[in-house]
């Protein structure tokens, strides 16, 4: 039987984190009522041209430095023409030629047979990140046999993320989005949360036998989750071998993920491929970016983007962070994974660390087995934990100081966990949970034991 | 060189425009050869130029917002709307024959 090799690139959309579009000044806000955050030329209307948003330009410019590309000192904008209900001016402009970053790389890890303990890092070349406009969205009534159109995302400022086909299976898939998601976060490029839209993942899936050219690619869409994703992929991979092995072909064409389902469906329309018809967009001159040698010395400091400027600026990435947190507390690599993927956790870990004569080793291990397990159990988020750090560090110190045991100690943090306002001394008081120091005592209690006399050890009639 | 059928029909459903009938296409034919006398002009080693802005400055916003907040403005072009939706067909819009 000769192996099949799946071959896995992505084209990510985040949408860039920032207070007005593109190129417009309407608002960018999840949720608000229809049609009240669209401007003249959101709604496509004659007479209206693009204005260029710094802040979009900035964000991209970060963004492509995280992720290790060249920014391309001049970049140049395109119309991409489609009809469609939410793209009201029949084009979205964007960057086909000459995009703002090219030829960059992610590195990611992944588990090695599903154990934390064997993570492996793997690296995805980034193709390139372009700036281009979102496109509005449509509500389909089925029933009326109708669209319902709202404009407030149309013209959002959106960066696509190309991501070479370096990626074999669903796992990588979503490792590698996650790490980006991580980055754009810390960058505070984009929020990033795919719940809200913000993250969007399409994948481009085909299979072939070593050593023979790449298969067929399909497109995958609609996929909301980054588990999602992972399925998603897998399923596609999946299907496309039991295709070829049956002697069926591959056809090139769009699928959409159905989460319910778990399988992906053809979306082909009849109408036969797209042609975009590209042409430069003629409202906007080429966007050139300057570095301290480039930089003209009489501009307006408002009209120049400095990309060394930004470059100083950029924050500590994930994986920075996180081979600081190694370093710092002598934790595990695999530990510092755990603790940046939780929102709020490394700040929760370090208050804690902070608060308690405990080696952060040993706190760790509280950390993430006993409380994120309590949280993931039920639900919560870090910041909803009905146990604070300042809680946990307490009850901490008592096991530090030997005052209780760490079954007690388990016992404790299970009460607290009811949130009803004890500290870990008042329910270690009320059940009676202190290790006894007294050398005296212990003997007293073993020898009833060696005596028969257990039983009033029990009781607690010879304490 | 001709306009054929099959890019005359991949024409008409890009740019959802009818070219209606043999007058029409003879005009879109004579276009097109008026157009093609570009190609006697000589353009070896030149970088092409898309626009005239090619050496302005692209001018840069601020991120405040300026704009929005005139949905009824905005309807008041609507030929059909539902609460505060644009009223669309449903699906890809098609050309429709005649």
Same mark, same amino acid.
């Given at each position: ?52 948003? !710094?802040?979009? +330009? ?87 046999? %109708?669209? =319902? ?6 013209? +959002? ?14 796992? #990588? ?6 790490? $980006? ?19 969007? +993942? ?33 399923? @596609? ?39 975009? !018809? ?49 370093? %710092?507390?002598?934790?595990?690599? #695999? ?6 993927? /939780? ?48 809680? $946990?560090?307490? $009850? ?16 404790? =943090?299970? /009460?607290?966990?009811?949130? @009803? ?12 949970? #202190? ?13 009833? +034991? ?14 | ?98």
């Amino acid at each position: 039987l000769v192996p099949w090799v799946p071959v896995v690139g992505l084209e990510v959309h985040a949408q860039i984190s920032s207070n007005s579009k593109l190129f417009s000044g309407s608002q960018v806000q999840f949720a608000a009522p229809p049609n009240s955050l669209v401007s003249f030329f959101d709604a496509s209307l004659p007479g209206t041209l693009p204005v260029l948003n !710094r802040r979009c +330009v900035e964000a991209a410019v970060m963004t492509g430095l995280a992720l290790n590309c060249r920014v391309n000192k001049k970049s140049l904008f395109d119309r991409k023409h489609y009809f469609y209900a939410d793209l009201p001016a029949g084009y979205q402009i964007t960057q086909q030629r000459v995009p703002i970053a090219v030829n960059g790389s992610l590195s990611y890890s992944v588990c090695v047979d599903n154990k934390m303990s064997q993570m492996v890092t793997k690296t995805v070349r980034i193709k390139q990140i372009q700036l281009e406009q979102d496109s509005g969205k449509s509500l389909h009534d089925d029933t009326r046999s %109708q669209t =319902l159109v709202d404009l407030n995302r149309a013209g +959002v400022g959106l960066m696509e993320v190309v991501m070479e086909p370096d990626m074999c299976c669903g796992e #990588e898939a979503a490792a590698a989005v996650r790490e $980006l998601q991580l980055i754009l976060q810390t960058l505070g490029s984009s929020q990033a949360v795919m719940a809200e839209g913000q993250l969007r +993942v399409d994948a481009n899936v085909s299979v072939h036998h070593p050593g023979e050219p790449y298969g067929v690619r399909t497109e995958v869409k609609n996929i909301n989750s980054l588990r999602f994703l992972a399925k998603a992929v897998d399923y @596609e991979i999946q299907r496309q071998i039991e295709e070829l092995e049956n002697g069926g072909t591959i056809l090139n064409e769009t699928r959409a993920f159905d989460s319910k389902l778990g399988c992906t469906i053809s979306m082909r329309d009849k109408e036969g491929k797209q042609d975009y !018809r590209f042409m430069p967009e003629p409202n906007l001159p080429p966007l050139i970016l300057y570095d301290a040698k480039s930089l003209p010395a009489n501009m307006n400091h408002q009209q120049v983007v400095n990309i060394n400027s930004i470059h100083e600026r950029l924050p500590d990435l994930p994986s920075v962070k996180r081979a600081k947190l190694v370093e %710092q507390y002598g934790i595990l690599p #695999e530990h510092s994974f755990t603790l940046l993927n /939780e929102d709020g956790l490394t700040e929760f870990f370090e208050n804690v660390v902070n608060q308690t004569q405990m080696k952060p080793k040993k706190v760790i291990g509280w950390i993430l087995k006993d409380l994120l397990s309590y949280l993931r159990q039920h639900s919560l988020t870090v910041k909803e934990s009905p146990v604070s750090s300042f809680l $946990l560090a307490d $009850l901490l110190n008592l096991l530090e100081k030997k005052e209780i045991s760490s079954t007690a100690a388990k016992q404790v =943090l299970a /009460e607290l966990w009811k949130g @009803e306002g004890k500290t870990p001394l008042d329910i270690v008081k009320e059940n009676k949970l #202190e290790l006894i120091q007294d050398q005296k005592e212990l003997e007293k209690i073993c020898q009833a +034991v060696i005596d028969g006399r257990e039983n009033e050890v029990i009781t607690g009639s010879l304490c | 060189q001709t306009v054929t059928v099959e890019v005359l029909a991949h024409l008409e459903h890009l740019a959802l425009v009818d070219f209606r009938d043999s007058e029409g296409v003879e005009r879109l034919q004579k276009a097109i050869q008026f157009a093609d006398q570009l190609h006697e002009v000589n353009t070896d080693g030149i970088e092409p130029m898309d626009s005239v802005l090619e050496d302005r400055c692209l001018y840069l916003r601020d991120d405040d917002v300026t704009e929005g907040n005139c949905m009824k403005e905005l309807m008041k072009n609507a030929r059909e709307k539902v609460e505060e939706y644009f009223v669309a067909p449903p699906g890809i819009v098609l050309l429709i024959k005649i």
